[in-house]
């Protein structure tokens, strides 16, 4: 009887165990995945040595933050020479304002001289009624008036054809300027990329150029991305599709220490509506041969997170 005692407790052994390992492969999370972030690959927009370059991995750069500046000595040239061309071609352009004023005086003066003629005439057309005049007289200030009518038409046409001819000149040395003016246009355009502009707020992840490097237009000189929120990228089974939806609330558990978590709050920005194969990070056969579908978590991150942590999804 004591022999069969002792026995009881061996056999119970192997099923303890088999009931704790049955209970343990319980998993307190619904998905598991890691971190990712939008990373933007910031390229040159000139070609030209790198002259200044300030920046280094890890660093936060802001929005509309100067890193750098690439060789823009010809360019600066080249706009000179357009500066100076303009120049040239505005100095030869007439002054149509001051011509048509010198006209505006020579037949106002004109005017007043043959308002004295015709007062002239009234006079002496007066007179000769009165028999204080001769006709020749009259004949002669007659004359005077004719004549002085004659020039002051002739001066108003050749001041309409003058004007007319300098507004036709004017009008082609301006079509001269537009070219050149499209041309500083598009210097002042290629002097602008030379600066090296950091237009997307975020930490430096690499570095790709240097300083006195060559770079050409495309070239990338460094990746960016904003580590202020990171995306968890997770995947869930066909059967979880219905416990998740856009803009739910759920737990993200990163492992703090051996048997703790660091919980954070996140939400569901994205739940891909076409299924694929479990990623091959998944290590036996049988679960990369599942159909699971790929959902993207916002999280805001306090500096902890880092873009490839794993971390795992409570819904």
């Known amino acids: 009887m004591k022999s ?27 998905a598991s995945g890691t971190f990712e972030a939008v990373e933007t690959i910031v390229s040159a927009e000139a070609t030209g040595v790198i002259k200044q370059f300030d920046i280094n991995e890890g660093q936060t750069l802001e929005a509309g933050q100067q890193v750098g500046y690439i060789d823009s000595t010809q360019l600066s040239l080249r706009k000179k020479q357009l500066e100076a061309q303009i120049r040239a071609t505005g100095s030869r352009v007439p002054d149509i304002a001051a011509q048509t004023g010198y006209y505006k005086q020579q037949l106002a003066a004109m005017q007043v ?33 004719a004549e002085m009518e004659k020039q002051l038409k002739v001066i108003q046409q050749q001041s309409v054809a ?34 090296i502009v950091n237009e997307t ?47 739910q609330q759920v737990t993200i558990m990163v492992d703090d220490s051996k048997d703790a978590y660091r919980n954070y709050e996140g939400t569901v920005e994205w739940i891909n509506g076409k299924a694929e194969f479990t990623p091959k990070t998944i290590q036996t056969k049988d679960e990369r041969a599942n159909l699971v579908y790929a959902v993207k978590i916002k999280v805001i991150n306090d500096g902890f997170l880092k873009i490839g942590m794993y971390a795992d999804v409570k819904f």
């Open 162 to 195: 003058q004007v007319s001819a300098l507004q036709t000149q004017t009008s082609g040395l301006r079509s001269d300027v537009l070219p050149l003016v499209a041309q500083m246009e598009q210097v002042a355009d290629q002097l602008n990329k030379c600066r």
């Open 201 to 247: 707020k975020g930490t430096v992840l690499i570095k790709y150029a240097e300083v006195n490097e060559m770079a050409t237009a495309g070239k990338a000189l460094y990746k960016v991305a904003d580590l202020s929120h990171v995306i968890l990228r997770a995947y869930i089974t066909g059967d979880q599709l219905s416990a998740i939806k856009l803009k």
């Open 113 to 145: 001289k043959l308002d004295n003629l015709k007062h002239e005439q009234t006079r002496i057309q007066n007179l000769v009624k009165a028999d204080a005049a001769t006709t020749k007289q009259l004949d002669d200030v007659n004359a005077q008036v």
């Open 4 to 30: 069969l005692s002792g026995k009881i407790p061996v056999l119970l052994v192997p099923a303890a165990i088999f009931l704790f390992a049955c209970s343990g492969n319980k998993h307190p999370y619904d």
